[in-house]
């Protein structure tokens, strides 16, 4: 037993080391540029989208965000209640929850196991559960068939608003604004307890390891008050994805990313 104690402490505090300095972030406001995508017609890949009279296209890799993993989907349980952005939650609507995207965020959503896909905004934050990386409004579900599933395998791509046109030598190519969506501020949530005395504890054995532990409260009426415990804060999500899987390697294997 004493061994294993030592080794804990040595795990702790060798990551101690590398987290000190890394919590103190300022936010940060993200950035957006225009960038001129290739010719539709040659790239099929980057085929618009209208969206209540707007076009959209997905973004270029190195502009972009995509993601895999799996999708979920929530409906008359929380129709009607207030969402992470303000607005209230229409099942019948198509939108979706999302960790860390900004609000506003239009992606669209394939279905590897049938090839259906969406394009939703997102206006709501989860799902809070590891592994999965969206939430879809049971409309939006149902268009991609998910609703009788429950859980399937999504890839999920950013798109950016048409915002103009250019004439280049080789035709016409369309403007589009790229924001940048792997900066921001980050946490990670590494619990979620409806006694607040465990989630307190837990804070209190962290503190000495992170300069930023943070017990949140989430009010639900079904569930009641739940506690959220968040560590660490970032400034990009590749630091936030570094600092997650030392947190799992020190035995939270729940923890994942969510955006402040």
Not at 132 to 153: F, H, P, Q, T, W
Not at 204 to 219: E, G, N, W
């Amino acid at each position: 037993m004493r061994k294993y104690l030592v080794l804990g402490l040595f795990v702790l505090f060798s990551f101690t080391a590398c987290s000190r300095g890394s919590s103190y972030i300022k936010d940060v406001r993200r950035t957006s540029k225009n960038i001129i995508l290739p010719e539709t017609n040659r790239h099929p890949s980057f085929r618009p989208y209208v969206v209540n009279g707007e076009k959209y296209y997905p973004l270029p890799e190195s502009d972009g965000f995509v993601q895999f993993g799996k999708a979920s989907w929530y409906g008359k349980k929380f129709h009607g209640h207030t969402t992470s952005s303000g607005e209230k939650y229409n099942m019948y609507a198509k939108s979706a929850a999302h960790k860390t995207l900004p609000m506003g965020t239009y992606v669209r959503v394939l279905n590897l196991d049938n090839k259906k896909d969406i394009i939703v905004r997102i206006n709501d934050r989860g799902p809070f559960v590891k592994g999965r990386i969206i939430d879809l409004s049971y409309a939006a579900a149902r268009k991609i068939g998910l609703v009788n599933a429950g859980v399937v395998r999504v890839k999920i791509e950013a798109l950016g608003k048409k915002v103009g046109e250019v004439k280049t030598k080789q035709g016409i190519k369309p403007v589009v604004e790229a924001e940048d969506l792997n900066t921001g501020v980050f946490t990670i949530q590494i619990g979620a307890f409806k006694n607040k005395n465990n989630a307190f504890m837990l804070l209190s054995r962290l503190k000495v390891i992170f300069d930023y532990v943070q017990v949140t409260t989430q009010h639900n009426k079904d569930e009641g008050t739940i506690y959220k415990v968040w560590v660490s804060k970032s400034n990009t999500l590749l630091k936030a994805e570094e600092i997650e899987k030392k947190l799992e390697a020190m035995g939270f294997e729940q923890a994942f990313i969510v955006s402040l």
